[in-house]
């Protein structure tokens, strides 16, 4: 191997490590790793609400969606 793929390499791996640490740190400081609770539940709301399989593709076959029981309240 040449010492001109070595440095390559070498140059490369520097690369990315930098680039890592750039996006934790970006990460870091615009509060992005502050709530990490909050960020888990953004995508459930109230006709799929938290710990309540919604979608008929992970239900057993014994199982019915209840996709309509909350909507009577």
Excluded: H
Aim: net charge neutral; charged share 20%; proline share 3%.
């Amino acid at each position: 191997m040449s010492w001109l793929a070595i440095i390559l390499v070498f140059a490369l791996i520097g690369a990315f490590s930098a680039s890592v640490i750039y996006a934790l740190w970006w990460a870091l400081r615009g509060g992005q790793m502050s709530d990490f609770q909050k960020g888990a539940t953004s995508i459930f709301d109230e006709e799929e609400p938290i710990g309540r399989v919604t979608d008929t593709l992970l239900l057993n076959k014994e199982q019915k969606p209840q996709i309509n029981a909350d909507k009577r309240r």
